[in-house]
């Protein structure tokens, strides 16, 4: 038997879960059901905002503090990876935390974009103000969120082979430990 330890406290699992969630239903619902992506985005921005402050203020491993390192170390982990001898971390590793902090800002320049389309297309929403703007602005918007939410899914797919080979190389389960929480202390899933 290995000792477990709490990592990801509450919020950051209802945080992860409730994203995965709203993410899949604004992607699917695209123009479609209007309704269901408009709100779904409304939802992401929301926990963003939250996930954001609890970095600065939340629990050791949820503060960007504990998983933003310096690009040195950032570059030293990743060649480590490729050998397959990289470091095992209890929080974030440094290349997972760089691509936590790629995917919020993403997140954050969907929403955004998305917000400002909506304004300028139907006159709803926050920048609703903005419906007076041109044809050429509308035009501009749609590219630009089109261009964000791909490359937010383009990150997500990464992130989740970054999970699938951390877990694999270091015998552990990190999709469960981010529902349950709980990490053993010496690395060894096996026993978990
Ligand atoms: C079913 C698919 C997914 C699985 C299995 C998964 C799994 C995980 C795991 C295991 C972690 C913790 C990584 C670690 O141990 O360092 C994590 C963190 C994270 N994931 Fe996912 N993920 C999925 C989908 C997504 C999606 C769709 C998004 C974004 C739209 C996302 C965004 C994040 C973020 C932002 C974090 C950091 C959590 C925090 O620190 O608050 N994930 N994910």
Redesign the pocket.
Known sequence: MSTEVRVWDPL?RI??WT??VS?IATYLSGDEIEWLHTNAGYIILGLLCI?IVWGIIGSQY?RFSDFVYSPAIVKAYLKDLFKLQATRYLG??PA?GYM?VT??IL?LLTTLSGMTLYGIDEGEGPFSNLHTASHFWEEVFEEIHEFFSNL?LLM?FI??LG?MLSSALHNEN??R??ASGKKSVSGNGGDE
């Open positions: 950051v945080f992860h994203l995965v993410f996930r949820a974030h590793n997972g936590v995917m919020m997140l937010t997500v992130h989740i999970v990190l999709t430990a981010m």
